[in-house]
């Protein structure tokens, strides 16, 4: 045995595209620009050769330095795949595209939304734009940064759009065209319109800010021809305030008021429209008779800042991913259908086109893109996002394949059952569709005082008019306006979306984007915590613990070495964990006297060697420790009998010890709900210290387990990463997907977790706690403001600039209050 | 004082304008990518130097 012991990597330098470690001696370099420069690999070394080739070597100057690396590439100058080649059949191209409206091109350009995958840095956008303009017949790129989209148009007689895709797969990226749902339209709209109504608003509380100055400095040489002149000029700006920009206020006010039969509450809307209103309705009649003030810059000011805080909320919760959206991403646009089957001749052909009975050939490290059944030998798929089972399923001949599994180790035939909207990923997917329908809505704190402050308002304002109808009846009206003015709901309405949207920020930073507005709060309100096992709790990615019993005079690193030259070029996790542990330790691969030999669902063999479980290997089971009961166990063997036996572990994901002992902590009462079977949940449970396990559900069974838990009155924080967990998501309080999960997932849950680790849950709960105090503070702090001011009102001593300064002090005390809570603990 | 007929009736029409910019500018795209603008500035035709740490002349 002629293996290297474990020698660290003496070379501290690292690949010059991708900054990953570079193997001793690689065999890839290039002379770029004059300098040598060293790659770990042909696909980097190509990517970098095209980038300088193409005169963008501006990109490794630019990029955030080791980034991480892209994909390898699709090789160069090559054929463009069948795959994408398939976009360019009139049914795909009229589903992804359009003409564009643009006058110099129109009726010959069309222009196709594209989201980019693996973009991690300006430089990827820049380089991504750069490359695909320089493609002939591509007339205009432009990549959105933050949704990371881009929008190409393109001469269709010039260039295909399966060139554009390929292009972008070039340099190691990825490009998938998607169709820009009604709802991302209509999100557009609203986002815009709601810009406008903030623009104006802002505008007019400039100017009309501006125009009050004499009023507020009491400027003694102002005749009342020019207050009239000011005050008319302030009500003109002012109406398109109150009817465009606070429109949709009243609108809600009117809905909420109309609606307090059935729920028994009012909406923020209604003290916030009530003053505007009333203010406004005071301040035109003051300015018609000539006595008395006008509000006009306190209700201009009071529509700006609300707008302002409502922006930055929509904002957050549009970058949702729709549920339609995220099933396209799930399955493959694509598939290759055998034309004369039980022949051999293939095509690619759009998804769309199948139907039911045709045979589609599925190559390995593919997705199933419809339901059907297994037609030749043997398969091995991955069906963790749809079941959350951790393991490969063997399947045999007139098995179900589901769409969405992974195909792992060998090609297969399958003959189609069910297409679109019959297989059973939609099924999920129309269950999610169904949960979001059903979420309840968590009422906010500030929505559970509203109610009693506008009450409490009116009466006070009421109460007021009364008295100083009897006392002076000609400032009755004044005075009972001055109340509700001053009293200022603006800092009641702005102290949960300030700390909301303090808290996001800080969130977000530690990796959790949030993208349903009441997530930060309802993370603090929660009393079950429920989590999932596969890929959310644990990593799914089987890693190799140990090598047991390994035969005296060989080293565990001489076994790897065998092993591992088996496993080369195999797809399976445990190959794939076997792998990456040879590498890491630098382990030369051993030569092997024959080429390995796959048995589907079996094991490897090389000539006297055999890898695989014990029956294959043809030794008896071995005893293992207590710590691998629930490890996936590989036996090697040679001529002589058991040479080693490995033992793979899926991975607790990081952090999550800690995760689930801050949330018991907090008295959070955790469950564990997974699909994987009954023994390896219960394991797992015990491993993490958990009382409440189920093991063998189905989605049906997790959405009815949170329903079950929801009609006790429980508030569920649910946890999840795969289709299975969607619609579980879907209906919990508040849940968060594990990002590296399914797409669908995402679109189920209230926030997307993008760290690696479950770390950032703990802060995040810790985040909510200190955002509700601080919303309570809040709170409590408008209230304080309402007492002391509302008494000054009411003795009508409060004139505009009072109100004005009143205002911005307490909106303002508010904001900063919230501010605190951006720094990360 | 009398320039106040004059001004303020003036600042009323800046503003008007002001707000068609807007509208203008909204209806345009300009407010849907507010970071990627802020990048693309920086990445003209000018290259600037390297800070890759993979740049140092490797030594075998």
Not at chain 1, 290 to 311: C, E, H, K, N
């Amino acid at each position: 045995m002629n293996v290297s012991p474990e020698i660290p990597p003496t070379i501290e330098d690292n690949c010059y595209h991708c900054g990953g470690e570079l193997p001793i001696h690689t065999p890839y370099s290039a002379d770029l620009k004059g300098r040598p420069r060293y790659f770990c690999c042909a696909g980097c070394l190509a990517i970098a050769q095209t980038i300088h080739g193409q005169g963008l070597d501006a990109f490794y100057a630019r990029r955030v330095p080791l980034g991480g690396k892209p994909d390898d590439p699709k090789g160069f100058g090559g054929e463009i795949p069948d795959q994408l080649l398939a976009y360019d059949d009139p049914l795909l191209l009229d589903r992804f595209t359009r003409l564009v409206a643009n006058r110099e091109y129109q009726g010959r350009c069309l222009e196709t939304t594209l989201r980019l995958e693996k973009i991690r840095c300006a430089a990827c956008v820049w380089l991504n734009e750069q490359h695909l303009k320089r493609i002939p017949g591509v007339t205009d790129v432009q990549i959105n940064y933050v949704t990371q989209r881009a929008t190409v148009q393109f001469d269709p007689e010039v260039v295909t759009l399966s060139k554009i895709l390929y292009a972008v797969e070039q340099i190691g990226y990825e490009a998938w065209p998607f169709e820009p749902s009604m709802a991302a339209d209509i999100a557009k709209k609203e986002r815009r319109q709601l810009l406008m109504r903030l623009g104006v608003a802002m505008l007019g509380m400039m100017q009309v800010m501006m125009y009050a100055w004499p009023t507020y400095t009491g400027a003694e040489d102002l005749l009342v021809e020019h207050s009239l002149l000011l005050g008319w000029t302030s009500w003109a700006l002012t109406v398109p305030v109150v009817i465009y920009s606070a429109g949709p206020m009243f609108v809600a006010a009117w809905h909420s008021i109309r609606s307090f039969r059935q729920t028994g509450m009012l909406g923020m809307d209604v003290p916030v429209t009530l003053a505007v209103a009333l203010a406004f309705l005071a301040g035109t009649i003051s300015l018609v008779t000539g006595v008395s003030q006008s509000y006009f810059d306190s209700i201009t000011m009071f529509v700006a800042f609300l707008l302002g805080a409502r922006y930055v909320e929509l904002l957050a919760r549009q970058d949702a991913q729709g549920g339609a959206e995220a099933l396209a991403k799930q399955l493959p646009a694509t598939c290759e259908r055998i034309e004369n089957y039980p022949g051999d001749q293939s095509k690619s052909i759009p998804v769309v086109r199948c139907v039911v009975g045709d045979v589609l050939r599925i190559s390995p490290g593919e997705i199933i893109p419809v339901d059907g059944e297994l037609l030749s030998g043997q398969a091995s798929l991955d069906e963790s996002l749809l079941t959350g089972e951790s393991r490969p399923v063997a399947k045999k001949v007139s098995d179900v394949l589901y769409a969405g599994s992974h195909n792992i180790v060998s090609p297969i035939l399958m003959r189609v059952t069910a297409i679109g909207q019959a297989t059973r990923i939609a099924g999920i997917a129309a269950l999610l569709d169904k949960a979001l329908q059903a979420k309840p809505r968590l009422v906010g704190l500030a929505e559970k005082w509203a109610g009693y402050f506008v009450v409490f308002l009116m009466s006070a304002a009421l109460l007021t008019g009364i008295v100083w109808f009897y006392w002076d009846a000609s400032r009755a009206w004044e005075v009972a306006v001055a109340v509700l003015v001053a009293s200022c709901p603006c800092a009641l309405s702005l102290a949960t979306p300030a700390a909301m949207a303090a808290a996001q920020g800080a969130v977000t930073r530690l990796g959790l984007l949030v993208v349903r507005g009441h997530a930060m709060e309802a993370l603090a309100q929660s009393t079950d915590l429920v989590l999932d096992k596969t890929g959310t709790l644990t990593t799914g990615r089987p890693e190799l613990k140990d090598v047991l019993h390994i035969r005296d005079g060989f080293t565990k690193a001489d076994v790897l070495s065998i092993a591992s030259a088996m496993e080369l070029g195999q797809k399976h996790p445990l190959a794939l964990a076997i792998l990456e542990a040879t590498e890491r330790l630098s382990i030369k691969l051993f030569n092997l006297p024959e080429a390995p030999i796959s048995e589907l669902g079996k094991g490897l063999k090389s000539g006297e060697y055999r890898l695989g479980n014990c029956r294959w290997a043809g030794v008896d089971a071995v005893a293992v420790p207590q710590a691998y009961e629930q490890a996936s166990l590989v036996y090697l063997r040679d001529g002589n009998g058991l040479l080693a036996v490995f033992a793979l572990l899926d991975q607790p994901r990081d952090g999550a010890k800690e995760f689930i002992t801050a949330a018991k902590k907090k008295g959070i009462h955790v469950h564990l709900l997974s699909g994987d079977d009954e023994a390896t949940v219960a394991w797992w449970a015990h491993y993490f210290g958990i009382k409440d396990f189920v093991g063998g559900a189905l989605p049906e069974d997790k959405y009815e387990f949170i329903e079950k838990l929801q009609a006790e009155g429980k508030t569920i924080w649910a946890v999840g990463d795969g289709v299975n967990d969607a619609p579980f998501l879907a209906k919990a309080d508040i849940s968060i997907a594990v990002g590296g999960g399914a797409p669908l997932a995402q679109a189920g849950a209230d926030a997307v977790l993008t760290s690696e680790s479950l770390k950032t849950l703990s802060q995040a709960l810790v985040i909510s706690t200190k955002a509700k105090v601080i919303m309570r503070q809040n709170l409590i702090w408008a209230f304080i403001y309402n007492v002391l001011a509302i008494p000054v009102a009411m003795m009508g001593l409060v004139n505009p600039w009072i109100a004005g300064i009143g205002m911005s002090l307490s909106s303002l005390a508010v904001t900063l209050n919230a501010w605190r809570l951006r720094k990360v603990p | 004082m009398e320039s106040l007929y004059l001004l303020i009736p003036m600042s009323l029409v800046v503003v008007a304008f002001i707000v068609l910019i807007l509208y203008w500018s909204v209806k345009s795209g300009q407010f849907e990518d507010l970071e990627g603008p802020a990048h693309a500035i920086l990445m003209d035709d000018d290259v600037p130097e390297s800070k890759s740490p993979s740049d140092s002349v490797k030594k075998q």
